[in-house]
């Protein structure tokens, strides 16, 4: 039997740019080869890239801890990773995951007075802590630190609501960390995701968490120079065709020919996550040629003007315009959705 298709969509993951992000990332973390403070979030399927793929890259860069969000995403991993070097952010939220997490050794971070029990009830021993310092969406409030009495707490983070802005709340969670770092016994600390490394020293800590910057976002102006490109969607023409002034293309007809044009049609659509917030306004490149796209985004196709590269034809492959911050700045979306939205049809 043959082989299944390689299909019409690829999701081409920079594997080099992703290793120099992470060691750029680490060197700003204050770690050094041999001795490395960034970790990396690999939650959500490494935002979408494909976690796979992802996670081996960052363990041969030096990177030697990854935070995924579920259980379930820890479990797919096993087979890529070792079950150390994971870490479970959501932490046991019932029996049934604190003894999967003791039986495989993937690291439990305890967010709750609840999960503390769990933890206990299930045999206990090393775990990370999460403390809540003023986002307050997961960890263990400072007024409730003494639930976390008794645990063996190997890494003590935080998370910081408004690292990617100049708020006063960044500095108001640091020194709430410090004092959860006086009160709860452990052996590093962590505070800094992405863009609190860009907030400097002070926020490093003994770890650091990035995710976005790794995969190609800039959440802080002090990343730009720093973080490259990794993620670049490629998506097939399935036809050409000419079209005459005055014709419509696509759904509603919103986009009407000034003249004659040569257009194409890539199988690409919102169900890949390449969301209708790109009709009439994204674009997608082939070589240093742009090509707008014309009308709405399809499920499962747009049309592109091919006036600026008169050479492609049906069956090439055209590059879709992706830059992170650009295109969360032309699209409206978050560097972050950018990613996610990125479907199971792009071959990874
Ligand atoms: C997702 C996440 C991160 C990574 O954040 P980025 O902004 O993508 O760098 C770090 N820490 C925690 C707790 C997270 O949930």
Redesign the pocket.
Known sequence: MSGVPAGALRLEIDSEALAANWRALDALSGGAPGAPRAGA?V?ADA?GLGAAVVAPVLLEAGCARL?V?HCGEAAALLGHVPAGALAV?HGPRDPAEAAWLQATGVRAVINTALQARHWREAGGGVCDL?VDTGMNR?GLPLRALGEAAGLEVDVL?T?LAC??EDSPLNEVQRLRWEEARQAVTHRRAAI?????IALGAAFSGDMT??????YG?V?AAGLAGVVRQVVRPRAALLQVRTIAAGDTVGYNGTFVAPRQMRVGTVALGYADGYLRCWSGTGAMRAGEARLPVLGRVSMDMTVIDLSAAEKLGEGDWVEVDYDLPAAAEASGLSQ?ELLTLLGRRFAR
């Open positions: 979030a939650k935002y935070f969000a952010l999460m997961l983070h998370h690292a990617d800094a995701n992405s863009a609190g968490r990035p995710g976005l910057a790794l976002g959440p972050y």
